[in-house]
């Protein structure tokens, strides 16, 4: 008592220093306008957590907690459990840019079969459709207008096949509709004069026949310099480019692609169509694809079949002397490159550089092949896409024969979470892996991935080089039922509609919090948000769950707005515009301290403790609109707790 009486200053109050630890602290609150006085223990810690990098993406496929030494198989710092309609790249968090629908109101009607986009020799890539068993061409390269082919040309294929097969060999378009009996159409224009052709195979004409052309098949693919096609577990290839046995003149006999007349087992010497087969347990041919390779003469790899319990490699010979020897008793070299697991869908399996991407089994769980090869030796497996599993786990495996990829703005993008419609197999989602993220020529990181991607339902995903630029496009299930076309634009901030713009809604839900020590009881206090690029009105809900609880529980929600340019100032706003002249945009707007009242109290009745008082404590952020997250805080105090809390007789 004297040391302490002598270390106060007049007036009562105590000297720097002059109280010791365990003397309680006070601190003024404010409380309904008033002043509480709230005494604290001097031992209370404030605890804080934060998130400042999201470039590792998303993981829901292991403990929702940042690792730690007891938590070695966490989250990274950089990583969150689950995100939708967002995108990590560049480290920060934001919501996906815009669609723009390209084609409404189209002349097409019934089943959606598919579609490829078709390269001529002149000019830029167009986008062929078949829908109720009619071809429609669209105009990517120029103002998607739509030209109904079928009707042009009198030719028309089964409507009520559920999925049509497109393969591009030279300069014609080669379209099959799988039902293994209608003969394929051959689609060109190409010959400087924007003139199309649309005509029918002419199939086996008779054994050893020149006149023979590329049958009625499914699954195809251009390898080689020939056309390979697939029959239920066989599969064969058509003439090699150039063969002036089979090709003609006029048309520079590059048409010898589509004929069947070099090798003896495809062009029916032996008595009408054989082919080299796979083994009866692999099941039937869903896919025929190569992908490239600097070590060979054609820059390819060999080529792959996919079944539905695996995958093989054909290594065809190139020469044509050597081609035309390989019968049924000379086969090719075929090999098991993938055992245990197989492939879905012929739309799905994407040539990524030297490697092929594709959906596979159970769960339409994506796969690689050179992963596959590198650890062939190795017991099970694995998936490059278990960190999606809660949504992979969840699909309609019926469904997933309709499944589609694209290499699109770097990412590969696949559909998820599909569901039967009137016009065929719509999917809800598209799950993103991004090949791009903080990486530079000094440091290659892993791919990542940002979830799933929603907003439409999408029939399937294009992509193409167009005018030098990469774009993206998906065909889409309209609200009427009809069908349409968007395009995924890598430059809009909102999605647009028959009213204009839209905004997009995102969400995330970050780690479960322990503040380093999930033993510790914890008050929550606060949370801080740091967030900038906001553009126009852009609505915030935050929620919270303490210990892993069911539901998620109401924080707060709020608004922020910045204007996008002066026709939307309060004061003196300008007038519209009208061209040629553009409103200059302005500033995106920050906010780097957005901070949250009291967090919920609310009883949990399994812990018998307020939402407030837990262990961990986990965040779900959903946006609407345009911004950009740079940083999560959050704020808590350490609690003491008995040994035995908790325990009810």
Not at 264 to 273: D, E, I, K, M, R
Not at 358 to 371: E, H, I, K, M, W
Not at 627 to 646: M, T
């Amino acid at each position: 008592m004297m040391e302490r009486s002598s270390r106060r200053r007049r007036g009562g109050r105590p000297a720097p220093g002059g109280i010791n630890q365990l003397t309680a602290l006070r601190s003024l609150r404010l409380w309904g306008g008033g002043v509480k006085l709230e005494r604290m223990a001097a031992n209370q810690q404030q605890l804080v957590a934060a998130m400042l990098d999201f470039s590792s993406g998303v993981n829901s496929n292991v403990v929702p907690m940042l690792e730690s030494d007891g938590i070695p198989h966490g989250l990274k710092p950089s990583m969150v459990p689950w995100a939708n309609n967002c995108t990590m790249r560049n480290g920060a968090l934001q919501g996906r840019l815009g669609w723009v629908p390209v084609v409404q109101g189209a002349g097409w009607h019934g089943l959606y079969q598919g579609g490829y986009f078709y390269t001529p020799d002149y000019g830029e890539p167009q986008l062929v459709l078949a829908v109720g068993g009619k071809l429609w061409r669209v105009r990517t390269d120029g103002d998607m207008s739509v030209q109904d082919l079928s009707g042009a040309f009198g030719l028309t294929m089964d409507a009520g096949q559920p999925q049509y097969y497109f393969a591009q060999a030279e300069k014609w378009l080669v379209v099959q509709d799988g039902s293994l009996t209608t003969l394929p159409l051959f689609y060109s224009t190409d010959d400087g004069g924007g003139m199309a052709s649309l005509v029918r195979s002419r199939g086996f004409v008779g054994a050893a026949n020149v006149l023979n052309q590329i049958p009625a098949a499914g699954p195809m693919d251009y390898f080689q310099q020939r056309l390979w096609y697939a029959q239920g577990r066989r599969y064969a290839a058509g003439d090699i480019v150039f063969d002036q046995n089979s090709g003609t003149a006029g048309a520079g006999y590059r048409d010898s692609v589509l004929a069947c007349y070099e090798n003896p087992v495809a062009n029916g010497s032996s008595g009408g169509g054989d082919s080299f087969i796979t083994p009866t347990a692999s099941g039937n041919i869903r896919w025929l694809r190569h992908a490239a390779n600097l070590d060979t003469a054609l820059g390819q790899t060999n080529l792959f079949i996919g079944t539905r319990n695996a995958i093989f490699a054909c290594n065809a010979p190139i020469d044509r002397s050597a081609w035309i020897a390989t019968t049924l008793d000379k086969m090719p070299l075929q090999t098991v490159a993938l055992a245990g697991a197989g492939g879905y869908s012929e739309r799905s399996a994407t040539a990524i550089n030297g490697d092929l991407f594709f959906a596979s089994t159970p769960n339409g769980d994506v796969r690689s092949l050179q992963t596959s090869v590198r650890y062939f030796q190795q017991p099970g497996q694995i998936p490059l896409s278990n960190n999606i599993n809660r949504v992979l786990a969840v699909q309609d495996r019926a469904l997933l024969h309709h499944t589609s990829s694209v290499l699109f703005d770097n990412r590969y993008l696949q559909t998820v979470l599909p569901y039967a419609t009137a016009v065929g197999t719509a999917f809800k989602g598209i799950a993103a892996l991004d090949f791009n993220p903080l990486s530079s020529l000094q440091e290659r990181l892993p791919p990542d991935w940002e979830g799933v991607l929603e907003g439409l339902n999408v029939l399937q995903l294009f992509q193409a080089n167009i005018g030098g630029r990469d774009r993206g496009f998906a065909a889409v299930l309209a609200a009427n039922g009809t069908v349409e076309l968007w395009e995924l634009s890598t430059t809009e901030k909102f999605d647009r509609n028959d009213s204009g713009q839209s905004r997009v809604q995102w969400s995330v839900e970050t780690p479960s919090f322990a503040f380093g020590n999930p033993r510790q009881l914890k008050e929550l206090e606060t949370c801080k948000l740091w967030v900038d690029r906001i553009v126009g009105t852009v609505e915030f809900k935050l929620e919270m769950r303490p210990d892993y609880g069911c539901c998620f529980l109401p924080w707060r929600v709020w608004k922020e707005c910045a204007s996008e340019d002066c026709t939307e100032l309060f004061d003196n706003p300008c007038a519209e515009s009208a061209y040629p002249v553009v409103l200059p945009q302005f500033c995106e707007f920050f906010k780097t301290n957005m901070t949250m009242p009291k967090p919920p109290t609310t009883c949990i009745p399994s812990s018998g403790r307020s939402a407030n008082l837990a262990y961990t404590f986990q965040l779900r952020l959903t946006v609407k609109g345009f911004a950009r997250v740079r940083g999560i805080f959050l704020y808590a105090w350490a609690r003491d707790e008995g040994p035995f809390a908790g325990i009810v007789c």
